[in-house]
């Protein structure tokens, strides 16, 4: 079964001093007649105070925050947790109590060094009450190690927690470029870490390429500043490695450079990183992650173009060396000429020398006249093929081609114009005949056809039908269906009717 003192309070914040009302010392209920027709209260005895849990609980925390206001205290830690919430809950103890404690988000974030079991430490606060449970509590406002600064033990957690990642291993330190043309410097442009690394690359290496990043390097938040400088810097094309620092100082002033996110950052660099923080007796966290730790600014610059200086030094102890063998043995040639030329066989070799020389003066100006008109035959015949080439060029037969088509075309289009309008005025001919020979055309000049009442034949005949008989007459426009009242075989005459 766990311990009271092991269970996180429930509560986010103790609620402060002075938030509740004060103790009522009469409630307002007691000894009177409920306005609702209750039943009345029982009536206290004379001289007792009757209070709540609550107005007790209350009337306690007020004591001890008052009485207990701001209190140094010294003890070991014991259960730390962090809850979901940022707070933290902890348990301080010595051999013969223990109280428990709490401090919030908002002064935690301020510790340099994270707080644990085990430790002992002194703890500024006030004491105050949990009301939900009637426990005291020790409500902290700072924490330092006893015996040992805050700075030096989150130093020293630091330090720990990365070496047991393998940042500081060797095996992932990587070696300075033989001869960097792009360096990043990140750093203060106020501080004279800047000012003394340029000096010493301008000296030592005039061509070099510089890729400043400001930042600040002290104060709250320079440490982000600093990781979010090394990751800018990281993403400029071709920089081939990246110098990280600043000046002397306090610890205090150095600290940002002690951070876990500027450690981060550094290891997380895509090119060596060379960290070079304060002075020579300073060490810090950057130190161990970089790839190499300078002792001061100017002597990261100098490690930079250390490489440079010596890589020059071998080229020239080896054009020494060179200049020295080629004169040595030019001098031992030049002796053995000497020597050889001296004897009787030798007699008379330079003009057999020249004689040669002669000779093979001839045989060159043969030679030369030779390539010469062998050179100019082939040229005859490229000059030939060029013609021949240009005679049977594609792109000429093409043209004309497309010539005679053109021209074809253009006969091809005037004949089926001139086809068109022929067939357009023959079709205008056959339609004025068909429409003279139409039926439609008749009715049209008043003219009207008789059909029997079924529609079956037409009448010609007057004696083909027979009076009450109807027919229908078909006209122009319409049609009518029509009685027969009499009938005569005599023609009649067709009178016009003025119109």
Same mark, same amino acid.
């Given at each position: 079964?766990?311990?009271l $003192?092991d269970?996180?309070?429930?509560?986010?914040?103790?609620e402060q001093?002075?938030?509740?009302?004060?103790?009522?010392v009469?409630?307002?209920?007691?000894?009177?007649?409920?306005?609702?027709?209750?039943?009345?209260?029982?009536?206290? !005895?004379?001289?007792?105070?009757?209070?709540?849990?609550t107005?007790?609980?209350?009337? !306690?925390?007020?004591?001890?925050?008052?009485?207990? $206001?701001?209190?140094? !205290?010294?003890g070991?830690?014991?259960?730390? #947790?962090?809850?979901?919430?940022?707070?933290?809950? $902890?348990?301080?103890?010595?051999?013969?109590?223990?109280?428990?404690?709490?401090?919030?988000?908002?002064?935690?974030?301020?510790?340099?060094?994270?707080?644990?079991?085990?430790?002992?430490?002194?703890?500024?606060?006030?004491?105050?009450?949990?009301?939900?449970?009637?426990?005291? %509590?020790?409500?902290?406002?700072?924490l330092?190690?006893?015996?040992?600064?805050?700075?030096q033990?989150?130093?020293?957690?630091? =330090?720990?927690?990365? %070496?047991?990642?393998?940042?500081?291993?060797?095996?992932?330190?990587?070696?300075?470029?033989?001869?960097?043309? =792009?360096?990043?410097?990140?750093?203060?442009?106020?501080?004279?870490?800047?000012?003394?690394?340029?000096?010493?690359?301008r000296?030592?290496?005039?061509?070099?390429?510089?890729?400043?990043?400001?930042? #600040?390097?002290?104060?709250? @938040?320079?440490?982000?500043?600093?990781?979010?400088?090394?990751?800018?810097?990281?993403?400029?094309g071709? +920089?081939?490695?990246?110098?990280v620092?600043?000046?002397?100082?306090?610890? &205090?002033?150095?600290?940002?450079?002690?951070?876990?996110?500027?450690?981060? *950052?550094?290891?997380?660099?895509? +090119?060596?990183?060379?960290? /070079?923080?304060?002075h &020579?007796?300073? +060490?810090?966290?950057?130190? $161990?992650?970089?790839?190499? #730790?300078?002792?001061?600014?100017?002597?990261?610059?100098?490690?930079?173009?250390?490489? =440079?200086?010596?890589?020059?030094?071998?080229?020239?102890?080896?054009?020494?060396?060179?200049?020295?063998?080629?004169?040595?043995?030019?001098?031992?040639?030049s002796? #053995?000429?000497?020597?050889?030329?001296?004897?009787?066989?030798?007699?008379?070799?330079a @003009?057999?020398?020249?004689?040669?020389?002669?000779?093979?003066?001839?045989?060159?100006?043969?030679?030369?006249r030779v390539?010469?008109?062998? *050179?100019?035959?082939?040229?005859?015949?490229? %000059?030939?093929?060029?013609? %021949?080439?240009?005679?049977?060029?594609l792109?000429?037969r093409? /043209? @004309?081609?497309?010539?005679?088509?053109?021209?074809?075309?253009?006969?091809?289009? @005037?004949?089926?114009t001139?086809?068109?309008?022929?067939?357009?005025?023959?079709?205008?001919?056959?339609?004025?005949?068909?429409?003279?020979?139409?039926?439609?055309?008749?009715?049209?000049?008043?003219?009207? !056809?008789?059909?029997?009442?079924?529609?079956?034949? +037409?009448?010609?005949? /007057?004696?083909?039908?027979?009076?009450?008989?109807?027919?229908?007459?078909?006209l122009?426009r319409?049609?009518?269906?029509?009685?027969?009242?009499?009938?005569?075989?005599?023609?009649q005459?067709?009178?016009?009717?003025?119109?």
């Open positions: 079964m766990s311990d $003192f269970l996180p309070f429930e509560d986010e914040e103790p001093a002075g938030s509740e009302d004060p103790i009522d009469h409630p307002p209920n007691v000894g009177r007649a409920d306005p609702l027709g209750a039943p009345d209260q029982p009536t206290p !005895v004379a001289g007792r105070r009757v209070l709540t849990v107005e007790l609980t209350v009337g !306690v925390r007020n004591l001890l925050e008052a009485e207990f $206001f701001e209190v140094w !205290v010294e070991e830690l014991s259960n730390c #947790r962090l809850w979901n919430t940022g707070h933290l809950y $902890f348990t301080l103890k010595d051999s013969s109590a223990q109280i428990r404690g709490v401090i919030f988000r908002s002064a935690l974030r301020y510790l340099k060094f994270k707080p644990a079991d085990g430790l002992h430490v002194v703890a500024r606060g006030r004491v105050s009450v949990y009301e939900p449970k009637g426990e005291y %509590q020790l409500v902290c406002e700072h330092e190690p006893q015996g040992l600064g805050a700075l033990l989150a130093f020293d957690q630091l =330090k720990k927690r990365l %070496q047991e990642e393998g940042l500081f291993d060797a095996s992932r330190k990587r070696p300075l470029p033989v001869l960097p043309r =792009k360096i990043g410097i990140v750093t203060s442009l106020d501080g004279a870490a800047i000012r003394d690394i340029i000096k010493v690359l000296r030592r290496y005039a061509n070099a390429h510089l890729v400043i990043r400001p930042t #600040r390097v002290q104060g709250e @938040g320079a440490a982000f500043e600093i990781a979010q400088a090394l990751k800018a810097i990281g993403r400029v071709g +920089v081939d490695v990246v110098i620092g600043r000046g002397g100082g306090s610890i &205090e002033d150095l600290w940002a450079f002690n951070e876990e996110i500027v450690a981060r *950052a550094i290891a997380r660099s895509p +090119v060596p990183v060379i960290a /070079a923080v304060g &020579e007796s300073d +060490v810090t966290i950057a130190d $161990f992650v970089a790839d190499v #730790r300078a002792p001061t600014p100017s002597a990261a610059a100098e490690l930079v173009v250390a490489r =440079k200086e010596e890589f020059r030094a071998r080229i020239d102890r080896l054009h020494d060396r060179l200049g020295a063998a080629a004169r040595g043995r030019i001098q031992g040639l002796r #053995r000429v000497h020597v050889v030329s001296g004897r009787p066989a030798m007699a008379g070799f @003009g057999r020398i020249g004689m040669k020389g002669r000779h093979a003066a001839e045989l060159t100006h043969a030679l030369a390539m010469r008109r062998n *050179a100019a035959g082939r040229e005859r015949r490229l %000059q030939q093929l060029r013609r %021949q080439l240009e005679a049977s060029d792109g000429r093409l /043209a @004309g081609i497309r010539t005679r088509l053109a021209t074809a075309g253009g006969r091809l289009t @005037g004949a089926m001139r086809r068109q309008h022929r067939a357009d005025g023959q079709l205008r001919t056959c339609a004025s005949r068909l429409e003279t020979l139409s039926p439609l055309a008749v009715l049209g000049r008043g003219y009207s !056809v008789c059909w029997t009442a079924d529609r079956i034949r +037409v009448l010609r005949d /007057a004696s083909e039908t027979t009076t009450g008989e109807r027919v229908r007459v078909t122009a319409g049609e009518l269906d029509c009685e027969v009242r009499s009938t005569t075989d005599e023609p005459r067709i009178r016009r009717t003025p119109s």
